[in-house]
């Protein structure tokens, strides 16, 4: 894993096996991993790949307004982790 924050009581993170696809996060709770995805966009956008933890959607509009709040810290993280970054949206 690399740098990771919390948000809502969820773990937002990324994985160093992740640096061939595009800017996206990973949301786990305890042992519940990958419970949903985010992907990034140039422009600033968070859209959501998927919810397989079944997260209520109030909470999941939560953590994307606060990704989407986010997003330059989080690119900055991913470039730290792997050199560079593109957008796959």
Known sequence: MTEKFIIKGY?????????DHGVHV???QGRDRDMAKFVLGA??????AH??????PK???KIRNDLA?????IVS???RTFG???FDR
């Open 51 to 56: 919810n397989r933890g079944k997260i209520p």
């Open 11 to 19: 773990e937002i993170s990324f994985n160093v096996h992740d640096g």
């Open 84 to 86: 560079d970054h593109h």
């Open 43 to 48: 422009d600033g956008d968070v859209v959501l």
């Open 26 to 28: 990973h949301v786990s």
């Open 59 to 61: 909470i999941l509009k």
């Open 77 to 79: 993280a991913w470039d």
């Open 69 to 73: 709040r986010r997003h330059a810290f």
